[in-house]
């Protein structure tokens, strides 16, 4: 699972997240989010992006929580087992479901 970790850039982040003091990462992902979150209505404002562009980013960014989390999931304790992977499983089929329909949508 550390190679799935390093791939994902997700030891990365949590070790320089680390590196902050005191309340600094919880500023940081704070306006990581604002921004993110900031540039579709930034598009849609300024004419870049239509409402159909924003709705497809919004969907890949479902996909995004949807593996990141599965991943989540099964590393969240100390070992890998059957449990935690049974669980992956059962919330990857069940976002997934969600995320199937939102894109049939978008």
Known sequence: M???LRILGIELISRLGARLPGHWPRVVSLCVLVV???VP???VWQGWLGFGDVFLLYWLEN???WLTSTVRIMTAGPETN???VA???FFAVHYGIFTL???VFT
């Open 2 to 4: 550390k190679t799935v």
């Open 36 to 38: 993110a979150n900031a």
């Open 41 to 43: 209505v930034l598009g």
């Open 63 to 65: 996909v995004v929580v």
């Open 82 to 84: 059957a449990g935690s």
């Open 87 to 89: 669980l992956a499983g």
């Open 101 to 103: 329909a939102h894109g």
